[in-house]
Every structure is written in structure tokens, then in C-alpha cells.
């Protein structure tokens, strides 16, 4: 399959030597040398470094860096105000992720201005890249937290308790990392600058792979969300307990685990419970407590509620059964997200302008420019995995597809930083329903 070629930089060998060489500066940063995979956690020393790697190739570019109230990185081309074109990703992952997840959408912004600048753009509005923090939820368990708290889509005194497997909370963990909790919360200054936001990401899926195209625009996100499913039962010896005189929380959850997949068949969904935690995790010990999350997600927002109900219902009838205590907490819902129609229209426009064949496509996955959806203007890059593999140490896309995305995205913003942006205000006064055009 050959990827679409738009012609958009004068040299591609030297845009392709570039990406191999910022590439190649961040590819190190928290990868774990037997597995390949990356543990790339907020707040934690790798963190800093991957802040520290981000404002570094800010600065070198002439592009002034700021943090926000809630820890996101903004370095800006032009002075910051409302109403300025921004772009960017994450720079965390998932544990054992892969490496494109997120900064293949950093780096390629970072390239795109390169790109501009060489091209000469005379920017009429300023440029942000943003490194959003915390978009995983690997450590403190609620994904997008930066943009979520940004918009206040999170509480911020909830987000702030929140812990890690540690027992630390993200309060302490930001202050240990020298940001000041105390601001955390609804950003609506930050909020204003963004008249448009463009997310560039590897696809966490197989459509691009599919066909002839090695970038696409995403159309929607599904619904999905995460549930936290504690089962309390009494620790005992594994040896000298008789069966009769057990309350393992594990046997309710294995039935549930398994009850799971079947509703995900019937619901057309999917469902997965990823992250588990066993007190005492001990060979010989009964388990006197089961922590396990439960991810929701399905093109259906009714579906997944329904699965979930039956399946909490299931869940209660289990640890009864086994005279176990049940109690199911949803720690996030993110119903659909239908990315703004016109800006969307413009980024296919402009693409085809220059010759880039960019198919639209649904993705089940969450990102930040979903959260950021119901304040502002979103659309979304998706760049070709060739297998589809993500949160996985073999996730991948090829060079020449990532430089295909960097072409893209300079169309995209040149297109959107020299024309005109016309705010169509959203109903009731906020910003981010209506289009800008």
C-alpha cells in the first residue's frame, strides 16, 4: 500500500532526517530495556524528564514555554492570547505501552512548526503545542486528568485525593514535583486562548491499515468509561480453611470477569478488566480483598450503560453467594464525542487542497481532544499502526507514515493560522459547540 503523498514540505528527506533525529532524543525516556515497553507515569523523575526533553525543543525553536495552573506544558509561537490555533498530545503512557501513544502527536506538532517556519509562515493568530499531563491515568487511575481538570469535567479537591499504588496522592505527588496543588481546577483562561484544537495520534486500530491511506480524520469518539469493582471478602489460610468456610472475593470476580465477555458479545461492546489488585497476594493466603477495574466502551452510549448495570447486578449476585461485600464505584464516563463538523469539513478541505487523501473514521479510544470537545472546537490526525497494536511495546507506525502525519498537520495549520477563524458562539454562551471557520 503506498502512502499518500502530499508534497506540502519542499524536502522530505530532510523533514524525514528530522523526525528521525528529535525521535531518536525522546525514544529512550522511561523504556524499559527488557521489555522495550514504556513506563512513562505523571509526577514521577521520568516525567520531569520527558517535561524537561519538551521544553528544551520548545526553546530551540524560539517557542516560550509555560505551565498552566494544572501541570500541562504550553510552549507558544507568538505571544499567548485568545483565540490561538493549538496542537499537541501527551508524552505519558500506559505501563509497558508503546512509544508512538501520544508523543508521535507532540513531536509531529513540534516538526510542523519547523516546517512552517521554513515555509515562511507569517502566522495572524499565535500557535500552541501542548503536552497535556496525565492522559493515561496510569498513575492516579482517571485518564485525561490534565484536560479534565482544565475544563472542569473533574472536581478538583476528587482529583487531588486521588492516589497511586503507592498511597500517594496527586496532591502530594505535585508538590513533590515542585507544581502547586492549590491551583489545580477549571482553567478558563487557558480555556479562551484555544480557538481551535487539532490533535494529531497514532491510529489505536486497524482502518487506515485497511485501505491505501496513511492519515486520517477522525469523525467521533465511542463512549467509554472505567468502573471500580471492589470485592471484600476475609483473609484466611489457603491450606487449613475448609472450602465451606471461605469468603474468597476472588471467586465472585473470576465470575464476573467472565460474565463480562459474554455481555460484550450480546452488547456488541467491548469490555476488559486490565488492572487488578489482590490484598494479600500471597501463594498461601486467601485473598481478604479484590480491586479490579473494569474499562466499558461500544458505538452504542445506551448499550454500555446497560451492559454495566446487568453486569453489577451479576456482580452483587456473585459476592452474595459467597458471602462476600460488594461495592462498584464508576470512576469516569466519557459519552460520545462528535468532533465539530465544520472544523473537521475545513481539516479535509485543506488536505485535499494539497493532494492528501485523509479517509474519516470513528475511534473507540479516549483522548484529550475529547474532553476538550464540549468547551471548544476539536478535530483529530490519525496516522496509520500497521497492525493496529497499541498499549503495547510492539505498537508501531512506519517512519514514512509518521512524516506523512507531520505533512499533514502543517496543511492543517498553515490553513487555520493565515485564513480567517470565524467564532460561531455555541448555545447558551459557551464556546466550543458552533464552528470556526
Same mark, same amino acid.
Given at each position: 500500500?503506498a502512502?499518500?503523498?502530499s =508534497?506540502?514540505?519542499a524536502?522530505?528527506?530532510l523533514? !524525514?532526517?528530522?523526525?528521525?533525529?528529535? %525521535?531518536?532524543?525522546?525514544?529512550?525516556? @522511561? !523504556?524499559d530495556p527488557?521489555?522495550?515497553?514504556?513506563?512513562?507515569?505523571s %509526577? $514521577?523523575g521520568v516525567?520531569?524528564?520527558?517535561?524537561?526533553?519538551?521544553?528544551?525543543?520548545?526553546? !530551540?525553536?524560539g517557542?516560550?514555554?509555560?505551565?498552566?495552573?494544572?501541570?500541562?506544558q504550553?510552549?507558544w509561537?507568538?505571544a499567548?492570547?485568545d483565540?490561538?490555533?493549538?496542537?499537541g498530545?501527551?508524552?505519558?503512557?500506559?505501563?509497558g505501552g508503546?512509544a508512538? /501513544?501520544?508523543?508521535l502527536?507532540?513531536?509531529?506538532?513540534?516538526?510542523a512548526?519547523?516546517a512552517?517556519?521554513?515555509?515562511?509562515?507569517?502566522p495572524?493568530?499565535?500557535?500552541?503545542?501542548?503536552n497535556?499531563?496525565e492522559? +493515561?491515568?496510569?498513575r *492516579?487511575?482517571?485518564?485525561?486528568l490534565?484536560?479534565?481538570?482544565?475544563t472542569?469535567a473533574?472536581?478538583?479537591?476528587?482529583?487531588?485525593?486521588? $492516589?497511586?499504588?503507592?498511597?500517594t496522592?496527586?496532591a502530594?505527588?505535585?508538590?513533590?514535583? =515542585?507544581?502547586?496543588?492549590e491551583h489545580?481546577?477549571?482553567? +478558563?483562561?487557558a #480555556?479562551?486562548?484555544?480557538g481551535?484544537f487539532?490533535?494529531?495520534h497514532?491510529e489505536?486500530?486497524?482502518?487506515?491499515a485497511?485501505?491505501?491511506?496513511?492519515?486520517?480524520?477522525a469523525?467521533?469518539?465511542?463512549?467509554?468509561g472505567?468502573?471500580h469493582?471492589?470485592?471484600?471478602?476475609e =483473609?484466611?489460610?489457603?491450606?487449613t $480453611?475448609r472450602?465451606?468456610?471461605?469468603?474468597?472475593?476472588?471467586?465472585?470476580?473470576?465470575?464476573?470477569?467472565?460474565?463480562?465477555?459474554?455481555?460484550?458479545? +450480546?452488547?456488541?461492546?467491548v469490555?476488559?478488566?486490565g488492572?487488578?489488585?489482590?490484598?494479600p497476594?500471597g501463594?498461601n493466603?486467601?485473598?481478604?480483598?479484590v480491586?479490579?477495574?473494569?474499562?466499558?466502551?461500544?458505538?452504542?452510549?445506551g @448499550?454500555?450503560?446497560?451492559?454495566?448495570?446487568? #453486569?453489577?447486578?451479576?456482580?452483587?449476585?456473585?459476592?452474595?453467594g459467597?458471602?462476600? =461485600? #460488594?461495592?462498584?464505584?464508576? /470512576?469516569? *464516563?466519557t459519552?460520545?464525542?462528535?468532533?465539530?463538523?465544520?472544523l473537521?469539513?475545513?481539516l !479535509?478541505?485543506?488536505?485535499?487542497?494539497?493532494?492528501i487523501?485523509?479517509? $474519516?473514521?470513528?475511534?473507540?479510544?479516549g483522548?484529550?481532544?475529547?474532553?476538550?470537545?464540549?468547551?471548544?472546537?476539536?478535530?483529530?490526525?490519525?496516522v496509520?499502526?500497521p497492525? @493496529?497494536i497499541?498499549?503495547?511495546?510492539?505498537?508501531?507506525a512506519?517512519?514514512?507514515?509518521?512524516v506523512?502525519?507531520? +505533512?499533514?498537520?502543517t496543511?492543517? #495549520?498553515r490553513d487555520?493560522?493565515?485564513?480567517?477563524?470565524?467564532?460561531?458562539?455555541?448555545?447558551?454562551?459557551?464556546?466550543?459547540?458552533?464552528?470556526?471557520?
Open positions: 500500500m502512502p499518500a503523498r =508534497g506540502a514540505t524536502d522530505r528527506p523533514l !524525514r532526517a528530522s523526525f528521525d533525529g528529535v %525521535w531518536s532524543d525522546l525514544e529512550g525516556v @522511561g !523504556r527488557r521489555s522495550g515497553g514504556y513506563d512513562r507515569f %509526577w $514521577t516525567d520531569l524528564g520527558l517535561r524537561e526533553w519538551f521544553a528544551a525543543e520548545a526553546t !530551540r525553536r517557542l516560550e514555554v509555560e505551565v498552566d495552573r494544572n501541570g500541562n504550553w510552549a509561537w507568538g499567548p492570547a483565540g490561538a490555533v493549538v496542537t498530545s501527551h508524552l505519558d503512557s500506559v505501563p508503546g508512538f /501513544d501520544g508523543p502527536g507532540v513531536v509531529s506538532a513540534l516538526l512548526v519547523d512552517l517556519k521554513a515555509a515562511g509562515v507569517v495572524e493568530r499565535p500557535l500552541a503545542v501542548v497535556f499531563v492522559e +493515561e491515568g496510569a *492516579f487511575g482517571l485518564a485525561c490534565g484536560s479534565r481538570l482544565m472542569g473533574v472536581d478538583s479537591s476528587h482529583a487531588l485525593s486521588l $492516589t497511586d499504588d503507592d498511597g496522592t496527586l502530594d505527588a505535585m508538590s513533590a514535583a =515542585g507544581h502547586a496543588p489545580v481546577g477549571l482553567d +478558563e483562561t #480555556l479562551a486562548r484555544i481551535v487539532v490533535e494529531l497514532v489505536q486500530g486497524r482502518h487506515l485497511l485501505g491505501d491511506e496513511s492519515v486520517g480524520v469523525s467521533s469518539i465511542h463512549p467509554h472505567r468502573w469493582f471492589c470485592f471484600e471478602g =483473609g484466611n489460610h489457603a491450606g $480453611t472450602l465451606d468456610d471461605r469468603h474468597d472475593p476472588m471467586l465472585p470476580f473470576a465470575e464476573v470477569v467472565g460474565a463480562a465477555r459474554r455481555l460484550a458479545v +450480546e452488547a456488541q461492546a469490555t476488559t478488566f488492572r487488578v489488585r489482590v490484598d497476594n501463594t493466603a486467601i485473598p481478604s480483598r480491586d479490579a477495574w473494569l474499562d466499558a466502551r461500544g458505538a452504542d452510549q @448499550g454500555v450503560v446497560r451492559l454495566v448495570d446487568d #453486569l453489577q447486578r451479576i456482580a452483587e449476585e456473585a459476592a452474595a459467597h458471602g462476600v =461485600g #460488594l461495592t462498584v464505584t464508576r /470512576d469516569s *464516563f459519552p460520545v464525542v462528535d468532533f465539530d463538523a465544520s473537521s469539513d475545513r !479535509r478541505s485543506s488536505l485535499g487542497a494539497a493532494s487523501s485523509a479517509p $474519516t473514521l470513528p475511534t473507540a479510544a483522548h484529550d481532544a475529547g474532553i476538550l470537545a464540549s468547551r471548544v472546537p476539536t478535530a483529530m490526525l490519525f496509520r499502526n497492525t @493496529g497499541s498499549h503495547s511495546p510492539v505498537e508501531h512506519e517512519t514514512d507514515d509518521c506523512d502525519g507531520v +505533512e499533514a498537520l496543511v492543517v #495549520l487555520l493560522l493565515v485564513a480567517p477563524l470565524e467564532v460561531v458562539p455555541a448555545a447558551g454562551g459557551q464556546p466550543g459547540a458552533g464552528a470556526r471557520r
